[in-house]
T-cell receptor
Framework: GESVGLHLPTLSVQEGDNSIINCAYS??????FIWYKQESGKGPQFIID?????DKRQGQRVTVLLNKTVKHLSLQIAATQPGDSAVYFC????????????FGKGTHLIIQP | GAVVSQHPSWVICKSGTSVKIECRSL??????MFWYRQFPKQSLMLMAT?????????EQGVEKDKFLINHASLTLSTLTVTSAHPEDSSFYIC???????????FGPGTRLLVL
């Protein structure tokens, strides 16, 4: 069936560097996308979202890019810190967020000191 | 704002018993809550959509008679795992949404271990 997937299961970056986490989605009906951060043993924490009528959205140290042509989503984290180490999930939704979420497989981001 | 709690945070039970998990939205009302399940080193999988005042909607492959959902109020949804078996051991996470669309906020999760 249709799903959301990630290119890399593990990403290791040096503290202070920028990181980019990628996500591919296949459901063309998706119109709302969210990035979550999950630390071990905890629930997902909202990072940033974007609707399909936008191609870029910025938050504090984070930027989400959406390319609907190739159905690709990315999360950029600037100046990574040790606290950024976690698993990051992209999630997609239809009807502007009215439905339950379909999650990607997750990328484990490791920040090296 | 947008805080979601779950209780208990972890539970160990014997095979064949039932376990109830509560999900509460603490500072907002939620007409819709969602229940997810996550196995170790895997992603979250949507189990069901909990609607206040009506029956829950279950995803394909999720047994509604095994996973009973009750959305008793605008701030509380419960998930009861009936006749639990070891394969039901998992991390159960709920989410709630302050508006009819948009961002879902997640609870801290409940770890269930069935012996």
């Amino acid at each position: 069936g249709e799903s959301v997937g990630l290119h890399l299961p593990t990403l290791s970056v040096q503290e202070g560097d920028n990181s980019i986490i990628n996500c591919a989605y296949s459901n063309s009906a998706s119109d709302y996308f969210i990035w979550y951060k999950q630390e071990s043993g905890k629930g997902p924490q909202f990072i940033i979202d974007i609707r399909s009528n936008m191609d870029k959205r910025q938050g504090q140290r984070v930027t989400v890019l959406l390319n609907k042509t190739v159905k690709h989503l990315s999360l950029q984290i600037a100046a990574t810190q040790p606290g950024d180490s976690a698993v990051y999930f992209c999630a997609e939704n239809r009807r502007g967020g009215a439905d339950g979420l379909t999650f990607g497989k997750g990328t484990h981001l490791i920040i090296q000191p | 704002g947008a805080v979601v709690s779950q209780h208990p945070s972890w539970v160990i039970c014997k095979s064949g018993t039932s376990v109830k998990i509560e999900c509460r939205s603490l500072d907002f009302q939620a007409t819709t809550m969602f229940w997810y399940r996550q196995f170790p080193k895997q992603s979250l999988m949507l189990m069901a959509t909990s609607n206040e005042g009506s029956k829950a909607t279950y995803e394909q492959g999720v047994e509604k008679d095994k996973f009973l959902i009750n959305h008793a109020s605008l701030t509380l949804s419960t998930l009861t795992v009936t006749s639990a078996h070891p394969e039901d051991s998992s991390f159960y996470i709920c989410s709630a949404r302050p508006t009819t669309r948009g961002t879902q906020y997640f609870g801290p999760g409940t770890r269930l271990l069935v012996l």
